[in-house]
């Protein structure tokens, strides 16, 4: 199905891209008031959001026990950070986020445990870890500094640590890109966003959200050093892999 063209719209206008949540015309942002609304709003815009973390932390299982140490990189409210300290009791288990706001409502979330770090996650300085996932979060920085993030994860890593990456591709072939499109906004009507609510978030997350093949997003974490990578999760648009660090 092809989108409708959309009006011009002032770059300083307000729109609405469904479940309460209003962004400027182009450059989509996770600050302000997104927070209040992010989880229901993430669950209706990406197919497969609560399987990919059933599947981390099922992932981790191989990873992690007591004196461990797991990191959620882009945890945004910390659904899925919380998760993994309730599941591994022993394990510290440190969320990051470059949003202030996705911090405080985190720590709201789950107040006792984990910890809660606000950074940038091309700046910030790892601490040794067993297990590391970044959830459609590498998709929203520049292409030229994901390699950079990943050899970044990598080093962090102890031998025989993995690593979890879920994002947004682009299908190498154009037919199959057309019909995963298709499928993902097929989805989205079916959370109840209308078409014009999905154009504009389009429209908005342009040139902030950038995609990269399957193919692409592998070669990268080969290129940061890891050997053994498995898919994991995929639908529509969306994959998640599994990478170990060698031993």
Request: proline share 8%; glycine share 12%.
């Given at each position: 199905m092809t989108e409708a063209p959309l009006p011009p719209r002032a770059e300083t206008e307000l729109l609405s891209v469904g479940h309460g949540i209003t962004v400027p015309a182009s450059g989509w942002s996770f600050g302000g008031n997104v927070w209040r609304h992010f989880d229901r709003h993430i669950r209706a815009s990406v197919p497969g959001y609560d399987l990919v973390h059933e599947t981390i932390l099922d992932l981790a299982q191989g990873f992690?026990?007591?004196?461990?140490?797991?990191?959620?990189?882009?945890?945004?409210?910390?659904?899925?950070?919380?998760?993994?300290?309730?599941?591994?009791?022993?394990?510290?288990?440190?969320?990051?986020?470059?949003?202030?706001?996705?911090?405080?409502?985190?720590?709201?979330?789950?107040?006792?445990?984990?910890q809660y770090r606000c950074g940038d996650v091309r700046e910030l300085t790892l601490p040794r870890l067993e297990f590391a996932c970044a959830c459609y979060t590498l998709m929203f920085l520049p292409p030229g500094d994901r390699l950079d993030v990943l050899r970044r994860i990598y080093a962090a890593l102890c031998p025989g640590g993995g690593f979890v990456l879920a994002e947004k591709v682009v299908r190498d072939d154009p037919d199959h890109e057309a019909r995963c499109q298709r499928q993902h906004y097929a989805f989205k009507r079916r959370q109840g966003l209308s078409e014009q609510e999905i154009a504009l978030k389009a429209r908005s997350i342009e040139g902030t959200l950038i995609p990269l093949t399957d193919r692409e997003n592998i070669a990268l974490l080969e290129q940061a050093g890891f050997s053994e990578i498995q898919l994991v999760c995929r639908s529509a648009c969306f994959d998640a892999w599994l990478a170990v660090r060698p031993r």
């Open positions: 992690l026990g007591p004196g461990k140490r797991a990191c959620d990189l882009g945890c945004s409210t910390g659904t899925l950070t919380a998760r993994l300290a309730n599941q591994f009791r022993g394990v510290e288990v440190v969320g990051v986020d470059i949003e202030p706001s996705m911090i405080a409502a985190a720590k709201r979330l789950a107040p006792q445990r984990p």
